[in-house]
């Protein structure tokens, strides 16, 4: 028997079913919660920021361009997030377990992903779901870690959908109320959905934050100038959420940690700061030590002063596997394949 994937398998069960439950456990009430996901492939390793997508669990998605209010007893919710290329538009709602699974069945999850299995649910989930903005054709073909490659200025399509086989995300969930979510639905209706995405100013931890404002005016306040170079983080906005929700014990402020599904995929890496990925990435860390080794001096002095917060602190933590008497034979392992680009 193949132990190690064996238990790889059981656990990757286990946390499913828990997600499910975060998911839908607390359904009675509504809330939002800031997903940022960690990043990941050969960009996340040059900028280590992360995503960030909004998760709001009384509001479903009407295909990918539009929200409403879900009906009652409707489950799950949806993600909105913005992308960098995806077209024309600026973002996309996506059902929450596509976001994470790209599938609605819990048991067409793999408990050990591999990028064919990936691509070929992904596949499903474009021809559901998404064929109105990827239309047949055009969405490229897959990668070998299981992402879509040639499909230009929709390269980021399959971002969309099976996040959790390519990163552990955390999520930072506030209590909300059906009138906040009307007035989010109004606003995402009314305005036109037009590409914006820019690095400064418009990315996607932006976006978050706009959304965020929206639900709790002042939440998230702009971006950090010392600690992140000006740029808007993911991190940023979660800080900026915990610390106004310590100031509003009302809204009830909850971390969970979402695991990354087992698999031949590289394990997603540490979010940072602007400032801490200069100090706390090897490339970087190792130029300025030869060129200019007063500068690391600097960041290392604007970090402790301005950029020290451990993102996933007080985070709900998953139970330790049970090993079960029933487990599987499994064929050997897979060899770990590194995920082109992303975040």
């Keep these: 028997m193949n132990e190690v994937p064996s238990r790889r398998r059981w656990r990757a069960r286990i946390m499913l079913l828990l997600t499910i439950a975060l998911l839908g456990g607390r359904f009675a009430h509504a809330s939002l919660a800031v997903l940022v996901g960690e990043p990941f492939g050969s960009f ?45 538009y600026d973002w996309l709602a996506t059902p929450v377990m596509d976001f994470l699974y790209a599938t ?35 969405q490229g073909t897959m990668d070998r870690d299981g992402s879509a490659k040639n499909a230009r200025d929709l390269e980021e399509w399959w971002e969309t959908a099976g996040m959790a086989y390519y990163r552990r995300l955390w999520a930072y969930e506030v209590a909300t109320t059906p009138e906040q979510d009307a007035a989010l639905v109004a606003v995402m209706n009314d305005h036109a959905n037009r590409h914006r995405y820019h690095l400064s100013g418009a990315n996607c931890a932006d976006f978050a934050a706009e959304l965020l404002n929206l639900y709790f005016p002042g939440a998230v306040r702009h971006a950090d100038r010392v600690a992140d170079y000006g740029l808007m983080t993911p ?109």
């Design 44 to 88: 996340g390793t040059m900028m280590p920021l992360g995503h960030t997508a909004i998760y709001l669990n009384h509001v479903c998605a009407d295909g990918p361009l539009k929200v409403r209010q879900c009906h009652a007893g409707e489950p799950q919710g949806v993600v909105l997030a913005r992308y960098h290329a995806i077209g024309r």
């Design 104 to 138: 609605q069945d819990a048991s067409e999850v793999p408990a050990y992903a591999t990028p064919e299995a990936i691509w070929a649910m992904r596949e499903r989930y474009r021809e559901r779901f998404l064929r109105n903005v990827v239309p047949d054709g055009v």
């Design 235 to 343: 991190k940023h906005v979660v800080r900026s959420l915990s610390e106004y929700a310590g100031k509003h014990p009302e809204l009830d402020l909850h971390v969970w940690e979402i695991a990354q599904v087992p698999g031949s995929l590289r394990r997603s890496k540490t979010v940072w700061g602007g400032v801490e990925s200069a100090l706390k990435t090897k490339r970087y860390l190792f130029t300025l030590l030869v060129i200019q080794p007063e500068v690391p001096l600097v960041l290392e002095a604007l970090y402790l002063r301005h950029g020290r917060w451990k993102l996933g602190e007080g985070a709900q933590p998953m139970p330790p596997l049970v090993p079960s008497a029933t487990e599987e034979t499994l064929a050997s392992v897979p060899a770990t394949t590194e995920p082109d680009g992303s975040q």
